[in-house]
Each structure stands twice: as structure tokens, then as C-alpha cells.
């Protein structure tokens, strides 16, 4: 039994990385869009923020926060895979198959992790091109993979719980959104131009 799950876990993992490999709407919201996102908080909004000076230390600032809306991203795709395939109907064919039915759900699990894993390496790289650098060493570096690893688990395992009950395929996709806009990424508008430093926040339009 053991070693069919994880034969089939390995199976519908390889379907579902292929599906991503396919699909390059995926690609550009849950790799480019936070490197744009990176770019324009550095180089447009870079001077919001005082951490010393240049953008090599505001990048430092910002890294933590587009992590976070990297893996956002991701597990944004993990609602909508599973309620997508629930609407087609795949579910019902896999369960009428001889297969490890907790395998279904671990391979958009296990999918989910392998995207994000990769999103945040590449992120993490354009980062460095762009200026930043750490301290930390090789040790801190694994702890730090660790926890990324943990947190990509634990919110993945909720955007399952998301796909499974959504109604809609927008419910499904809105789970990520909580996530995104609370983060470090967005900067104080007080030294921006008007059209920026007018517009209300979420802190102050309450």
C-alpha cells in the first residue's frame, strides 16, 4: 500500500508539473510577476523607504516581502488546479481507479511546493543582480529554506481546503489575496508624488 502511494503521488505529480510546464499564464503570475513587482518597488518606489542609501538596501528591505507574495502566487494555482479538476471531473475518474486516493491531493501538494520552491530560487537570484546581499551563512541559509518550505506546506494544505469547497473558480483563486497585500512589499507614499501620496492606503481609509 505504502509503496503505491508513493508511485502514484510521483505519477499525478509528473501530470501536474507538466500541466504548469504548459501553461504560461502560470508561469508569468507566479515567477515574473514578482520580479516586476520587485523592479518597480525598487527602481519607482525605491525612495519611499529610508534604509540607507541606494537601492541595494532597499531590496534588502523589500526581499522578504515579495517572497511572500511569490508563494502567494503559487498556492493561488493549487485552489484553482483542484477546483478545475473537480469541475471536469477527474476526481470521480481517479476514484473509480486502483489508486491511492490521498495521492491525488499530495501531488497538487507536491506541485504547489516544487513551483514555489523554484519561483523563490529564481526571485532570490534576480534579487542578487539587483543588489542584495546577506550576512547569513550556510546554516542560517537551510533555516531559512526550512521555514520557506514549512510555510509553502502549511499554506498550500488551506488552498486545498479552498479549492475543494469552492463555488466558483474566482473563490478559488481570491484565497492568495489576504496574503499578498499585508506584506512589507508595499511602501510608505509619503515622499511620492501626489497622485501616489493622495491615494488612501488600507491603514488610513478606515
Known amino acids: 500500500m505504502t509503496t503505491r502511494f508513493f508511485g502514484d503521488t510521483a505519477l499525478l505529480t509528473g501530470r501536474s508539473l507538466r500541466h504548469i510546464l504548459r501553461s ?15 523592479l518597480l518597488f525598487v527602481y519607482v518606489f525605491g525612495g519611499a523607504i529610508s534604509q540607507g542609501s541606494g537601492s541595494a538596501r532597499y531590496v534588502t528591505y523589500l526581499l522578504p516581502g515579495i517572497l511572500l507574495i511569490t508563494i502567494a502566487s503559487s498556492i493561488a494555482y493549487t485552489a484553482f488546479r483542484l477546483f478545475t479538476d473537480m469541475q471536469s471531473g477527474i476526481f470521480e475518474r481517479f476514484q473509480s481507479m486502483p489508486i491511492a486516493r490521498s495521492s491525488v491531493l499530495w501531488a497538487h501538494v507536491l506541485t504547489s511546493l516544487v513551483a514555489s520552491l523554484v519561483s523563490v530560487v529564481v526571485v532570490v537570484g534576480v534579487a542578487l543582480l539587483m543588489g542584495f546581499r546577506s550576512g547569513a551563512g550556510p546554516l542560517a541559509w537551510l533555516a531559512i529554506a526550512a521555514i520557506l518550505i514549512l510555510f509553502t506546506l502549511a499554506l498550500t494544505w488551506l488552498a486545498v481546503i479552498a479549492g475543494l469547497s469552492a463555488k466558483t473558480v474566482d473563490g478559488a483563486s481570491a484565497f492568495s489575496y489576504p496574503l499578498i497585500f499585508p506584506s512589507s512589499a508595499r511602501p510608505s507614499s509619503s515622499p511620492q508624488p501626489c497622485p501616489a501620496r493622495c491615494a488612501p492606503s488600507p491603514s488610513t481609509s478606515r
Open 24 to 38: 504560461p499564464d502560470t508561469i508569468i503570475t507566479t515567477t515574473i510577476m514578482p520580479i516586476a513587482f520587485m
